[in-house]
């Protein structure tokens, strides 16, 4: 009688299941979330993550290995690619204070933390990668609310920069040191060589993707669902590359982007073609990082401690926004907004985090323990306090019920 | 509220606005960024002024009193200038065109003024719609009788400036098969179309009264006639034109219809009457849907003739008085261009058909309106 094993065909397997549910649920969930509260999608799919995480869900592990960390990095590199293309170089020539505005803001917030974090008694290698996780706003999470609130407007691209801008030094510092702290004992000279093989490593796999793809478009249209197919395809080979060559991917695929951007003029048209593709890989991200940001091991102390981090970042954001703003051309108002909308952190700051816990066992758990807490957090507390921003911006398409009142929303 | 006093202006002084889209330099689609250039703006002394329009993506740029097509150019590169450094502040674009090619009306944003909310709440999407850009050329009348003259002389010039200015062929994404669609958006709006042939001011006033008791109308502003007085400037207005991509080409319109002005104020070739217009809708459509290859009907005779040479033999016949205007250089560019079939609508398809991409024909069009295209 083999009528059963005849019936149960091989198939993808159970963690396969676990996932399409969770994202079922996910989906669902952040749905309902902004039907009902007019709150992004993204606090949805969090708090889905997060009850999964705190259930024990077992479908990815920490640090982030295997399938989890490719997802992650290549869902990262998509929405990556996409905000470098945003970023034009010659726009820095014209307003030079918005630079300044994200250096300024990435540097006070990595100082700030470092300084929070030694306060606090904690060892300067802890204190170090904590800052560098701070530093990385979440240009998927304010990728989602931007689209689910249909946001144009100066305070959405001025955010939209800094936080992709924030993204590329956390990546670059976070993948440099890292190399630093995995070759202790080899040297300046080593040390060194290892920090520029691995950004080497990024820089090369970003130039061929940008290359790659600048080719294509020679004969392909922007527009076209097959150029986004093709685009899809070359950042997840560029992102399984670099992982085996020992280069951040999510880096490659930024600066890809970026250097695409800067060779052809001719505007980026696929985003919107992008569509379905992207968006699922973004809430995949999304759901993903809640789930492992709420496996840590939660205490006092380290509740303290996060606090502690965000509230420090909070405040040197507002300062670094605040400093660069004169001269930029955005009024004090926006500034403020602009600020509120840098406030999200997810599944960048999770992976420079994953970075140092894989590189050294003796701080990894001190900093996972701080740094996945902070994460969780501030990926619903940060969605929900950039959607005020943009909405109080008016840049939103429509008003948002509970900051107007129902009435008013419902007028043409 | 009665009819408004017809101000005194200087005969044949020239005054031009022009709507101007704005646009991000991401994808070239609309951006809602007027409340942030005039921020910008308001820091630069400048001729003229920049105001608000309808929706967040729009702007509207105004000369002060010219004297001829020279002044113009002239005050519009110095507000262009200033556009061109702002929007490169804010990485934005700004471009001509009568239509932006693929904009969806749904998206975008009425202007906060409580006027515009006003007209929001009146006529509903037909505002979204409204985001289409429009020239108008303001000419000075010695007294309201003569601008209602002129007025209605000029009616039969309407197809020539739609003709030559047309530069709105797409809508949506789509090409209308229009040289000019912009109009078509302007033609839902109750009070458009064109004024009452009323020759004197006298007459016009007690209309407009009995209008006003209606309760439709309360200002001249609710009027979107092709051409409309303006008592408040001492003008009739222009309407019909589109913006066009570049300030050289606005300026060269304006030169066109002050010579033509000039021409009608100098010779009186003939009495206004209501048959003018027998054929004036259908005038109209013509240019708007053809251009320069429109037919043209003539209103005294009845006779059809192509658009083209009916342009070329007017701008030969004002040529003296387009060189009293000092607009000669203006009507040998728009003779040129008529000679060579080419209008700014041409252009845009032509640049569709090379780039199949819409996007990026927005791009070079707001590269040609900072004069680097």
Redesign the interface.
Known sequence: MNLWTQWLRPSAGFPTVQWSLLLAAATLTGHLVQRHSGLPKVVGYTLVGAIAGFLGFGGVGWPLQGVGLFLVELGVAVVLFEAGGRIPLRWFGHNPMVLVQSVAESALTWFAVYQTMLWLDLPAAVASPLALVAMAASPAVLGRVVADTRAAGLVTERAIVLVTLSSLYALTLGCAQAELIRHPDAGWIGAAGAVLLALGVSVAIGLLLALALRLALRVMSPASENTAILLLALIAAGTAIAAHLGGSAPLAALLGGILLRQSQPRPWAWPRQLGAASSLLTMLILVLVATVAAQAEWSGPVAGAALALIAARLLAKAVGVGLGNVGSGASWRQALCVNCALMPMSAISLLVASQFVVASAATGHLIAGIALPAILLMEVLGAVIATIAIHRAGESAKPWSLLVGKSEQEQP | MSCETFHHSEALTLGVELELQLL?????DL???AE?ML??LCKIPLPGSVTPEITRSMIEISTGVCRNSGEVLGQLRQIRDALVK?A????IAVAGGGTHPFQQWH?R?IC?RPRFQDL??LY??LCKQFTVFGQHVHIGCPDADAALLMLHRMSRYIPHFIALSASSPYVQGQDTAFDSARLNSVSAFPMSGRAPCLLTWDEFSAWFDKMARTGVVNSMKDFYWDIRPKPEYGTIEIRVFDTPLSIERAAALAGYAQSLAAYLLAEQPFTPSEDDYLAYTYNRFQACRFGLDAIYVDPASGSHIPLRDHILQTLEHIAPHAASCGATDALNMLRGETEANQNDARWLRERQRE???L??V??QAALRFRGAG
């Open positions: 991000n330099t991401h994808d070239y951006a809602p960024y942030d921020r910008l702002c490169d502040k804010l990485n998206e944003r906060g929001s709440q509903g999407y780039e199949q991409l996007a990026e927005s791009r």
